[in-house]
């Protein structure tokens, strides 16, 4: 949509209907979940709640949120219809922020919250930015006057008496990359590890999970309540959740997949059948999929997505119906630099490199890795004995599986983020690397 804002008032937002992809109406928006957070960290827009029919409402996550306009919201993927159930980290917008008695720091003067502004940064991440006030009014007959200050100008709005300790290490991580944080967090105590682990949110924990040893995550996804690991498991690449799942007790892992939304645990469910080190057990089921008849402009705009990793934005996989994995008819794929050579309006089904050749599921480790480096892939087809695509092995997933399980320890010395000397308590290396 044209008219997409990257600032709106919470307000405003209240009964607004909640599109999917399709452009069919799926609930309307009843309320914006924030964390507030410590010091000077603008409290962090986590997600909206949806009412969906039958009066149920229900979470959905920002990174789900594709549109924000004057009349619409509009969102990508499957929302997951479980009831939303309030956490202990996340504030309601509407429901606990507005109304509430807030403080103006230059003035040291008591005024309200009207409304709360959320806004869109570079990284496309949430945050609230701007707080409309009311000041007490004169008497009973008149209203105060009304301003509209950023959210660091009040007090209030911030958590109180932080947990010495792991709340100042979150502040402290926060800007990492999933794979520094990992690296970071297996050094830590156990104990300190699980606290940080679950101060995180859904979206950090999932990315930080893909990244940390088998024996951490394992212990990780045992300390959190079954719907919240559930959560995480939708928000992690399907390669790597199976990776996961695969790694706990079996009736731990199916108790799970009953609380992911059906479509993903059949996911889920069909790369679980496979070995890890074949093509089936590396490869994600959600590569970007068109059929013959898109046009060079229709792939663009799909690759252009900036929540795909780069290695599955470097081309589109084209099939004959139905385009969910496993597909129909599996015709090729078309790469990302010849649709910036060709026209828009021309069809990708004319620009097929045809002599891709796909690999079968069962492919062995050994195999998939000659291929890719015979051929410098950064992505390979992986379709069944009818030429049915079930998904595509990327570069990065082929790494993961050649290094040995150790390389983490094995390379830290080589890897040290600080240039301090961590030798000494994993938690002071944290501390002084930051």
């Not at 499957?78 to 109304?99: I, K, S, W, Y």
């Not at 699980?194 to 940390?212: G, Q, R, S, T």
């Not at 794929?333 to 069962?362: C, K, M």
């Amino acid at each position: 949509m044209s008219g997409a804002l990257t600032r709106v008032f919470v307000a405003r937002l209240a009964g607004i209907a909640v599109f999917d992809p399709r452009g069919d109406q799926v609930g309307k928006v009843r309320d914006v979940v924030v964390a507030l957070r410590h010091g000077k960290n603008a409290p962090r827009v986590l997600g909206l709640v949806v009412e969906v029919q039958p009066r149920r409402r229900i979470f959905c996550p920002m990174t789900r949120v594709t549109n924000i306009d004057s009349g619409a919201v509009v969102t990508t993927g499957l929302l997951n219809m479980r009831r939303f159930e309030q956490r202990a980290n996340e504030t309601l917008v509407l429901g606990e922020l507005l109304d509430k008695r807030v403080t103006l720091l230059e003035a040291s003067e008591e005024v309200t919250v009207q409304d709360v502004a959320i806004e869109q940064d570079r990284t496309r991440d949430w945050s609230v930015s701007r707080i409309f006030v009311r000041k007490a009014g004169g008497n009973f007959r008149r209203r105060g006057e009304t301003l509209v200050v950023s959210w660091s100008a009040v007090s209030g709005l911030s958590l109180a008496d932080p947990k010495q300790g792991v709340e100042s290490l979150l502040a402290t991580v926060e800007k990492l990359r999933p794979a520094d944080l990992a690296n970071l967090m297996h050094e830590l105590s156990p104990k300190r590890r699980i606290e940080l682990a679950l101060a995180l949110d859904d979206e950090k924990l999932a990315d930080v999970l893909e990244e940390l040893p088998e024996d951490d995550r394992v212990e990780i996804v045992a300390r959190l309540e079954d719907g919240r690991a559930a959560d995480i498991i939708e928000e992690m690449d399907p390669d790597d959740a199976a990776d996961l799942l695969s790694e706990l007790p079996p009736e731990t892992a199916e108790a799970l997949l009953s609380l992911v939304e059906p479509e993903d645990a059949e996911d889920l469910r069909r790369l679980l059948r496979y070995d890890e080190n074949t093509a089936g057990g590396m490869m994600t089921p959600e590569p970007v999929i068109l059929p013959p008849d898109a046009t060079v402009a229709e792939a663009l705009a799909r690759i252009r997505d900036a929540d795909l990793s780069p290695s599955l934005a470097a081309q589109v996989y084209v099939v004959r119906a139905p385009f969910e994995t496993p597909t129909g008819k599996y015709l090729g794929v078309a790469h990302f630099q010849r649709l910036l050579r060709e026209p828009p309006s021309t069809l990708v089904s004319g620009v097929l490199d045809s002599a891709l050749e796909p690999i079968g599921p069962d492919a062995p480790l050994s195999q998939v890795t000659r291929y890719f480096a015979t051929y410098n892939l950064v992505a390979l087809p992986v379709v069944d004995e009818n030429d049915h695509l079930l998904g595509a092995v990327t570069v990065d997933d082929v790494i993961d599986h050649m290094l040995p399980a150790n390389w983490r320890e094995s390379d830290r010395d080589d890897d040290d983020l600080t240039g301090e000397d961590n030798s000494g308590d994993g938690d002071e290396a944290v501390t002084h690397g930051t």
